[in-house]
């Protein structure tokens, strides 16, 4: 197999995709040299932190993999010129979010970070080098980036070092929270680019650990648009599941149950179907978005619509969830105590981008509600960024004070001691085991009566919960 022997990689952007896919790469390709750099020193002083629990990502398994690898094959550095000059394949892995301004904000992805990624390589790669997009990208973004580094390689002069450029298309399929398992056991890998030479060189890396026939090669913009499709349809299926749950609840049926009748069937499969407080995650809603933006610019407002929906759903659900929430709790939050257990947009990541804690939260604090909030990985100071309040006085990093803000305020809580005395509410965001096995029954006689609680996550019983004299609502149960 014609190919290109790689022995030198640096990845650009060490985030929740760069940092698990490299080390990865790393501990399976122990003769390739892997250089992650970063613009932000922090995050790099954390990936080499000498405590593996500093790393700046939670991930199951990842600090043992780091451990393995890290000053072996496997840097982390903000010495971004050097390793793009050392590289003969570097991995554009920069985070591409949603436009805020001028043409296109609100929808299409904002490719600033990527297009200075292609100039950095364009200014300072040696030889020949093999470019990959791991970012989520636009349809046709690998033409961008060609266009860039074209110039370079015409512009030239006769006596200087000549620099050629492959681009290949290399999605990203990890989830967070099982980043590690989905790295070593992909369901495939989908690289997609014109020379043949440059697609085997990447074939023959992923080869180490992943069987040739799960590795799928077509061209680029089909390898490009399958990503934000795949994101589509994922987040399809969960408003799908979440618009039924809307109606389970008022028809006496049961989310659960329609979910496993209709998972049984083998054209729907079983998984997705979990109906939940709305999909949070830095992707899904950015990457509809990026689809919708595609298809009104190609002409096509249907297809535009159809994608849409799936995001506006899912707006509408997180919505109900907290007023259905104000409802229950006679209409009024005001001095009232609401324990949030849970703010990640899911269990084993500290993530908390597009979280429907955040929109849920704010809801409730726009209602004056008193909210402790609670999770075993996000950080204080992460939670007071997501819910944009004006915590008074000079010692706003002071976790253990008020956070007042022009609704309700909110307290963080370490742990779980003692947060539910005199708590009219709890409400479950998260879906941590933690909350599966908390002892329910020390909870319920220290809250104010009513007390309610609202599972969003549907990972407790119901009639262990009913039966210790507590109020209960589960998202799509309309039975109970
Ligand atoms: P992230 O924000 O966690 O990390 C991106 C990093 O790139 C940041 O640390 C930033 O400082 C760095 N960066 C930006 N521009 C740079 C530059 N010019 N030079 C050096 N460093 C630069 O983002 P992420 O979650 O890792 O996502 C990256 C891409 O992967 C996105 O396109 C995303 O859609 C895609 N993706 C993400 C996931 C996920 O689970 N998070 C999964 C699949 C695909
Ligand atoms: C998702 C995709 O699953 C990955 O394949 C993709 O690589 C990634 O986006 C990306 O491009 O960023 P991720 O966002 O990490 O991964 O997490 P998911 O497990 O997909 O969950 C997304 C959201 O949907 C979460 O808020 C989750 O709680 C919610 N969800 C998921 C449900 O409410 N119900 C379900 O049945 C499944």
Redesign the pocket.
């Known amino acids: 197999m014609n190919r290109l022997n790689i022995k030198n990689i640096c990845c650009i952007g060490a985030g929740y995709v760069g940092g698990p896919t490299m080390s990865v790469i790393a501990d399976k390709c122990p003769n390739i040299i892997i250089n992650v750099v970063d613009l932000n020193e922090q995050r790099i002083k954390n990936w080499n932190d000498p405590d593996f629990d500093k790393l700046p990502i939670y991930e199951p398994g990842l600090g043992e993999i780091v451990k393995r690898c890290r000053n072996k094959n496997l840097f982390f550095s903000n010495l971004i010129r050097e390793k793009i000059q050392e590289a003969d394949m570097i991995f554009i892995s920069v985070n591409t979010p949603t436009k805020k301004r001028g043409l296109g904000a609100g929808k299409a992805s904002d490719l600033k970070w990527v297009e200075a990624c292609a100039r950095q390589v364009a200014q300072f790669s040696k030889g020949h080098t093999i470019v990959v997009e791991k970012s ?1 990208l636009p349809v046709r973004t690998a033409e961008v980036i060609k266009s860039i580094l074209n110039e370079v390689e015409k512009s030239l002069k006769d006596n200087s070092e000549p620099k050629t450029f492959d681009v290949l298309s290399n999605p ?6 099982s980043a590690i398992n989905d790295l070593l056991n992909p369901d495939r890998v989908l690289i997609g680019g014109e020379n043949i030479h440059a697609i085997n060189s990447l074939v023959e890396i992923y080869k180490n650990w992943v069987s040739e026939e799960k590795i799928l090669t077509t061209n680029v913009w089909s390898s490009e648009l399958a ?1 934000l499709t ?2 589509a349809f ?2 399809q ?2 408003s799908s ?1 979440n618009s039924i749950s809307a109606l389970c609840e008022v028809t006496g049926a049961n989310v659960k149950e329609v979910a496993r009748a209709i998972g049984s069937d083998s054209r729907i499969g079983s ?6 407080p ?7 809603k950015k ?1 509809i978005l990026n689809l919708v933006y595609l298809s009104e610019f190609f002409g096509l407002p249907e297809v535009a619509a159809f994608w849409e929906s799936v995001v506006n759903l899912n707006s509408w659900h997180q919505n109900r969830i907290s007023r259905l929430i104000t409802k229950k709790l006679f209409g009024t939050l005001s001095n009232k105590k609401i324990v949030v257990l849970g703010f990640a ?2 269990a084993n ?1 500290n993530d908390t981008r597009e ?2 804690a955040i929109q849920i939260c704010k809801n409730l604090l726009d209602e004056e509600a008193y909210l402790v909030i609670h999770d075993p990985k996000v950080k204080f100071e992460q939670i007071e960024i997501d819910l944009e309040k004006n915590v008074l006085g000079n010692d706003s990093i002071d976790k253990n004070k008020l956070n007042i803000s022009k609704g309700g305020n909110w307290h963080f809580a370490d742990n779980l001691n003692k947060i539910f005395e005199n708590a009219d509410a709890v409400i479950i965001l998260t879906e941590w085991d933690i909350y599966k096995k908390l002892n329910w029954q020390e909870v319920s006689k220290i809250m104010r009566r009513p007390s309610w609680i609202f599972d969003t996550r549907s990972i407790l019983n119901t009639n262990d919960i009913k039966e210790l004299g507590l109020n209960f609502w589960q998202i799509g149960d309309g039975i109970g």
């Open positions: 989520t990203e399929f990890l989830s967070e929270g990503k795949s994101n994922l987040a299926r969960v599941i998984k997705f179907l979990n109906s939940g709305g999909f949070g995650g830095s992707c899904f990457d947009f899911k990541t979280s429907a």
